[in-house]
């Protein structure tokens, strides 16, 4: 019996409670799968500037990278919630937040080269996942000096 997508994410959602990195790795997937299948419901331009970030206490919260680009997806809220239940999730409501990132300066952040236990996270990290891509990136990253 397949899981339904409520299930999967309930399921990882308590796995992200929990302390297993493979456990969030799982999480952020499962979110990842449901941001790409609700932006389908969303009109170009709009779409490629909105990104869920999260499934909290029932609403959808998704992250814009502009304000103007936010009052326009509240007028996509009913179409989002829509598709949300057509994907198992019983969302009662969106928020938007407006999540610019800043480039930060090279010279500001230096490159350090990680440690034996971030190494060693990362590896376990990408053990616990099945997606190949992911896990290939996550071995290349703990491979770096």
């Known amino acids: ?24 790795i799982e999480r952020a997937m499962q979110l990842h ?5 609700l932006r389908q419901s969303l ?9 869920l970030g999260n499934l ?15 009052t326009r997806l509240r007028l ?3 179409a989002l919630l829509d598709a949300a239940r057509a994907a198992g999730i019983s969302a009662s409501g969106i928020s938007v937040k407006v999540a610019t990132m800043q480039p930060v ?3 500001v952040a230096p490159l350090l080269p990680l ?12 053990a616990a996942t099945r997606d190949e891509e ?7 990253l703990a491979s770096m000096a």
């Open 115 to 126: 440690s034996p236990s971030a190494r060693e996270i990362l590896r376990a990290a990408a």
């Open 1 to 24: 019996m397949q899981p339904t997508p409520k299930t999967t994410f309930r399921t990882a959602l308590s796995a992200a409670l929990s302390s297993d990195p493979g456990h969030l």
């Open 76 to 78: 996509h809220a009913d």
């Open 43 to 51: 009109p170009e331009p709009l779409a490629s500037h909105v990104k």
């Open 33 to 37: 799968a449901l941001d790409r299948q």
């Open 56 to 70: 909290r206490n029932d609403r959808l919260v998704f992250l814009v990278d502009a304000p103007a680009w936010k």
């Open 105 to 107: 300066p090279r010279d």
């Open 134 to 140: 992911l896990r290939s990136r996550m071995l290349q």
